[in-house]
């Protein structure tokens, strides 16, 4: 039991005990400006005593009874003790409180105040049962005491009989025709039982009751707009602030304001612990009208970014405190990892522009636009990195988290992001394993429908930093409730003020700092110039690619391709050199193998004039194109010679001009030497009577060279099965192939032709 004679709180707070609310907060808010709990511990504790006690209108009347009774005769005695139950409660001695009450009431059953103290101790120790039987015998012995009635309802609302504890709040308001506090709990209830606008009516009646104080008046306006704004009601509840805000115009009393303003926070602090920040927050702007002074009372954003350089001093001590407590330094591995990734960023940036400027593969424009937009992007982040690495190296912190009064704070290098603890609405712990051995916890919060993580390696420490955090929420609306969250220690090491400066985007940015931003658009367009300047030089680099290839094969086919597919490249002339050095050979060959008096001589102008055309139309393709009779007795396959005739002709070139100069088909595939530089058309058809001829008609195209190449109808008789035989050596014979005069199986029958073509 703490025998110490308890202080007399209003000597305590220096003023008089007809003193108003407002007086009493003033006093109190004073009286701690001037003792800090820090330096202070001992005075802070016995102010912040008084100033609950003559907060609670029950404590203070209990405590003004009670030093208002007589010290003499019986009622001396009575006081006497129940001012010794209501130490040994202050000593959380209940047990012993209990039981002076309990012998006080034995002796003096009619004793009301001890009753009444009784039911109240058993009621806040969660004995509601209890304190419902104190209650019923109180009200049995005095059916008109208010008190007992109100007391009884909260009784039975805590039981969750809510009817009853209406009635018992109705009641208590019958019996207290000018009491407040009966048609505030009656509100309540009618609330938690889902009659809004009920609730509504009483708070408007309640303001209409005789003897009613202005101060509270303005509390009942307040109590409703925070209840409409907690069920929806926001265009009710703006009306009403407005009239709240004509009824105190800036003229007003000035405590009477701020007095108003600290009911409109305690309304919100309510509306945070419903998760209805929308709303409080609107009270909170709207309360800042009629108390600017406080540094706590403003609207809180979910989250809000915070560059260090744009942090007070005072935040930065505390950051520089907080960081010596966790252990929160820059470590070598920070700069080593940022280095690492920035110099693995520059290294692939480097690699990809090389690539880009001396790369070998030929590139159309959609592959320059994506290699475009990959140096842009492998730019930008290069550089975003690269300064983040300078920032990394320029702070002196790391990464780590910390919890301040009135938020949650992460501190990332340069800048810090702030939580406040009032928009947090759920928290969750999840342990994660891997092959069933544990790794870390992960803190799953939620502000205000954002959701944030926090990692926490190990179970206890993840689970004290969980409490840490309710508990420290719990106490923030209790204070902002109580209008004294400015006393709270360490508060201005982050002030409200400062966050209330964010933009849209929830970013406090330094007086001087410059967005990221431009610098990443910077680089990107440096990115995509590189790649556009690389042009030039990437052609000269897939060209001299080709050259060295086609230099390294010496392959005539190769060499036309070039040729055809970059005409105006340097190496060009040198490829031509080439080209005309291998013609040149066939030349050589045309003239040992084609003897001026042989019966092909007349065909050498034919083959120099193709040698001629490949030589500068860079071709060199021959198409042989048999078209089978129309007729409905058309020729059986087997008697087919457009294969044999394609094999023909490339024996007859080969034969001339060396193996590889020129390239025969059949025209039925689509080579990349298209147009074919000549083209043979061989039409077969009947003539005569029942077909006694058979006559191919030869026309040739694109090439009117001189010489024996000229149109030709050979005729032979069908029934001859070396008719085929017979045509190609009359066509042979006609433009003075080689083999002209000669009749060696060339041609014959399909069959003795496909021998013939055998190697």
Request: charged share 25%; aromatic share 6%.
């Amino acid at each position: 039991m703490n025998n110490e004679p308890r202080p007399n709180p209003y000597e305590v707070l220096g003023i008089e005990r007809d003193a108003d609310t407002r007086a009493i907060k003033k006093a109190y808010f004073e009286r701690v400006r001037q003792n800090p709990p820090e330096t202070h511990p001992e005075v802070f504790k016995r102010l912040r005593e008084a100033y609950e006690l003559l907060s609670d209108p029950e404590a203070r009347q209990a405590f003004d009874a009670s030093s208002d009774a007589p010290v003499d005769g019986p009622e001396a005695v009575k006081n006497a003790q129940l001012q010794e139950a209501i130490d040994l409660f202050d000593a959380d001695d209940k047990a012993g409180g209990r039981k002076v009450l309990k012998a006080l009431l034995t002796e003096q059953p009619d004793f009301h105040e001890a009753r009444l103290l009784l039911g109240r101790n058993l009621l806040f120790e969660n004995e509601a049962k209890e304190a419902l039987e104190e209650f019923d015998a109180l009200i049995a012995r005095a059916p008109g005491h208010w008190q007992a009635h109100l007391y009884r309802g909260w009784a039975l609302n805590r039981l969750d009989r809510l009817k009853e504890a209406a009635d018992s709040f109705w009641r208590a308001g019958k019996h207290g025709p000018s009491e407040v506090s009966p048609r505030v709990a009656l509100a309540d209830c009618l609330e938690a039982m889902g009659q809004v606008p009920d609730a509504l009516d009483v708070l408007a009646q309640a303001q209409a009751l005789p003897g009613v104080s202005r101060m509270d008046v303005l509390a009942l306006k307040v109590r409703r707009i925070a209840t409409m704004l907690e069920y929806g009601q926001e265009a009710d509840a703006a009306k009403e602030l407005e009239q709240l805000d004509a009824e105190l115009p800036e003229d007003a009393d000035p405590e009477l304001r701020r007095w108003a303003g600290g009911q409109l926070s305690a309304a919100a602090a309510h509306l945070f612990s419903q998760q209805k920040s929308q709303g409080a927050n609107r009270l909170l702007e709207f309360g800042r009208r009629f108390n600017p002074e406080s540094a706590t009372e403003v609207s809180y954003p979910t989250r809000v970014t915070v560059d260090m350089d744009a942090l007070p001093a005072i935040t930065r001590e505390w950051l520089h405190s907080e960081a010596e407590r966790v252990g929160g330094w820059r470590t070598l591995w920070t700069g080593l990892k940022s280095a690492a990734v920035t110099l693995a960023l520059v290294t692939a940036t480097c690699f990809l522009l090389a690539h880009i400027s001396f790369g070998t593969s030929a590139r159309g424009v959609s592959d320059w636009v994506w290699c475009a937009l990959y140096a842009a992007v492998f730019c930008g982040v290069t550089y975003a990195w690269a300064r983040h690495f300078l920032r990394v190296m320029a702070s002196p912190y790391a990464r780590f988290n910390t919890i301040h009064p009135l938020h949650l704070v992460q501190i990332d290098i340069d800048h810090i992001t702030v939580w406040p603890l009032v928009h947090l609405q759920d928290l969750k712990l999840v342990n994660h394993q891997r092959n069933g051995v544990y790794q870390h916890t992960a803190l799953e919060l939620r502000f205000n429908n954002e959701r944030m993580v926090l990692t926490v390696h190990g179970k206890d420490k993840a689970e004290a930093q969980a409490q840490e955090l309710i508990a420290r929420r719990r106490r923030v609306l209790e204070l902002l409730g109580r209008g004294m969250l400015d006393a709270e220690s360490g508060v201005e090491h982050l002030p409200p003020a400062l966050l209330a400066q964010a933009d849209k985007r929830g970013h406090v940015r330094a007086q001087r700092a410059r967005s990221p931003w431009p610098g990443v658009f910077a680089a990107a367009g440096v990115g995509v110039l590189l790649a556009g300047g690389a042009v030039w030089q990437q052609t000269r680099s897939v060209q001299a690619h080709a050259w060295m290839r086609v230099a390294a094969r010496s392959d005539l086919g190769s060499m036309l391709e070039y040729l055809r597919d970059s005409p105006d490249s340097r190496f060009a002339p040198r490829i031509q050199a080439l080209v005309d050095a291998q013609l040149a050979q066939a030349r050589a060959r045309l003239d040992a193998r084609l003897d001026p008096d042989s019966a092909a001589a007349p065909s050498r102008p034919f083959f120099e004039s193709l040698l001629d055309a490949v030589s500068r139309d860079h071709r060199r393709r021959i198409t042989v194109v048999w078209k089978a009779p129309a007729e409905d007795d058309a020729l059986p396959v087997r008697d087919d010679p457009s294969e044999s005739l394609v094999v023909a002709w490339q024996r007859t070139v080969d034969e001339v001009l060396g193996t590889g100069v020129l390239v025969v088909d059949g025209g039925w595939g689509r080579s990349r030497e298209e147009p074919p530089l000549l083209t043979l058309h061989v039409r077969d058809e009947s003539r005569g009577a029942s077909g006694t001829q058979r006559v191919w008609s030869v026309t040739q195209e694109g090439l009117a060279p001189d010489g024996p190449a000229r149109a030709l109808e050979l005729v032979a008789d069908a029934a001859d099965p070396r008719a085929s035989e017979v045509l190609f050596h009359a066509w042979v014979d006609a433009w003075h192939l080689p083999g002209a005069r000669q009749r060696h199986p060339l041609l014959l029958t399909t069959s003795t032709l496909a021998q013939e073509a055998q190697p």
